[in-house]
T-cell receptor, first 110, second 111 residues
Framework: GENVEQHPSTLSVQEGDSAVIKCTYSDSASNYFPWYKQELGKRPQLIIDIRSNVGEKKDQRIAVTLNKTAKHFSLHITETQPEDSAVYFCAASSGNQFYFGTGTSLTVIP | DSGVTQTPKHLITATGQRVTLRCSPRSGDLSVYWYQQSLDQGLQFLIHYYNGEERAKGNILERFSAQQFPDLHSELNLSSLELGDSALYFC??????????FGPGTRLTVT
């Protein structure tokens, strides 16, 4: 089955700096890679996603890159703000199953 | 609000008991996915239903079962409950694209 690894497990940045979270996957059949933000006690919320036929996608301060050959994808958050503080999860899917990374707890220090 | 509803919000029960968690997907979505989120294990995929049919199974215990009904709502049944089953249980719904949207979750506490 699929194995998704996520690093780092915790990340602290100063407000205004950039944050990068990296994930690797093992199953070459995976073709959809979403990222979720989860605040304490709340549901995971989809913030950005990328499909395997695209190398990069950007939405305002958030971007995701995918390297299919190396089987890794990354989340980039620029100009971080305190409200970006949360746990971020990556996932890999072939459509019927979703496999999640173990999460990155991001703290943005004002 | 994602449009996905889950009931109940909280559930406290004793070991050995059986409970049923309910999920209603967003209007128009045919897929329902179930996940278990424990403190030390992140989000674990349990099972996926599409239009009433089971599509994929993940790390779902034999004590757990699920089904999706003709009106597309889904139920997750957990039986012979153990202390280790205490967790947040999320369902997520999806449409024709791969995107999935999570419900608010059911917090299960087994005492």
């Amino acid at each position: 089955g699929e194995n998704v690894e996520q690093h780092p497990s915790t990340l602290s940045v100063q407000e205004g700096d950039s944050a990068v979270i990296k994930c690797t996957y093992s199953d070459s059949a995976s073709n959809y890679f979403p990222w979720y933000k989860q605040e304490l006690g709340k549901r995971p919320q989809l913030i950005i996603d990328i499909r395997s036929n695209v190398g990069e996608k950007k939405d305002q301060r958030i971007a995701v890159t995918l390297n299919k050959t190396a089987k890794h994808f990354s989340l980039h958050i620029t100009e971080t703000q305190p409200e970006d503080s949360a746990v971020y999860f990556c996932a890999a899917s072939s459509g019927n199953q979703f496999y999640f990374g173990t999460g990155t707890s991001l703290t943005v220090i004002p | 609000d994602s449009g996905v509803t889950q009931t109940p919000k909280h559930l406290i029960t004793a070991t050995g008991q059986r409970v049923t968690l309910r999920c209603s997907p967003r209007s128009g979505d045919l897929s329902v996915y179930w996940y278990q989120q424990s403190l030390d294990q992140g989000l674990q995929f349990l099972i996926h239903y599409y239009n009433g049919e089971e599509r994929a199974k993940g790390n779902i215990l034999e004590r757990f079962s699920a089904q999706q009904f003709p009106d597309l709502h889904s139920e997750l049944n957990l039986s012979s409950l153990e202390l280790g089953d205490s967790a947040l249980y999320f369902c997520a719904s999806g449409g024709t694209s791969y995107e999935q949207y999570f419900g608010p979750g059911t917090r299960l506490t087994v005492t």
